[in-house]
């Protein structure tokens, strides 16, 4: 089956610890994306990946880190995770651009920073 | 800037009725899609319909249809025939280049039995 595969889907951590949540799609898409879902915001960019070792920022970078070793993974790495990081994360992919294929997305991860 | 603006939170509709939700969008693309996306409950965000912005016919996906008004930059979605399993929240989504997909705030749709 096609799909976009996070991990985990629900995690609560202390401020400050390490944390990473993994993506990984199995449909050979070139490009992947993160995204951070808040009420009355909707979903904003974290950061994307147009292909292996091709990253750039979206609009809210700040406190994240990702790498693309491989083409199906895309992990999303907070540092030193602060509240103001809770949030429901989504990964997506897409053959291409998003502006004509649109995305796969993740089933999401709801993370509780405390 | 590009931004994606759904003026409901909230809407409510009865089963078997037709609802319609609002978006607009302001894009610099001069060749693009735009998208409608489902999140139920179970938080999946689901495709829901498509629609090429250089054609002037209006997509349809079984009930789910939309209004594309290119020069008015409104692009609303029509659910006709209301079933309980529509409840969900719906993003608009409008691209913004090929490296990023703009969404509104959502809109909670509630189907009443």
């Known amino acids: 089956e096609a799909q976009v595969t996070q991990n985990p889907r629900y995690l609560i951590t202390v401020t400050g610890k390490k944390l990473t949540v993994t993506c990984s799609q199995n449909?050979?898409?070139?490009?992947m994306s993160w995204y951070r879902q808040d009420p009355g915001l909707g979903l904003r960019q974290i950061y994307y990946s147009m292909n292996v070792e091709v990253t750039d920022k979206g609009d809210v970078p700040e406190g994240y880190k990702v790498s693309r070793k491989e083409k199906r993974n895309f992990p999303l790495i907070l540092e030193s995770p602060s509240p103001n990081q809770t949030s429901l994360y989504f990964c997506?992919?897409?053959?291409?651009?998003?502006?004509?294929?649109?995305?796969?997305f993740g089933s999401g991860t709801r993370l509780t920073v405390v | 800037a590009q931004t994606v603006t759904q003026s409901q939170p909230e809407m409510s509709v009865q089963e078997a009725e037709t609802v319609t939700l609002s978006c607009t969008y302001d894009t610099s693309e001069s060749d693009y899609y735009l998208f409608w996306y489902k999140q139920p409950p179970s938080r999946q965000m689901i495709l829901v319909i498509r629609q090429e912005a250089y054609k002037q016919q209006n997509a349809t996906e079984n009930r789910f249809s939309v209004n594309f008004q290119k020069a008015a930059k409104s692009f609303s979605l029509k659910i006709s025939d209301s079933q309980l399993g529509d409840a969900a929240m719906y993003f608009c989504?409008?691209?913004?280049?090929?490296?990023?997909?703009?969404f509104g705030a959502g809109t909670r749709l509630t189907v009443k039995p």
């Open positions: 997506a992919s897409s053959l291409r651009g998003s502006q004509f294929y649109g995305y796969t």
């Open positions: 989504a409008c691209p913004h280049n090929n490296n990023d997909m703009r």
């Open positions: 449909m050979n898409h070139e490009y």
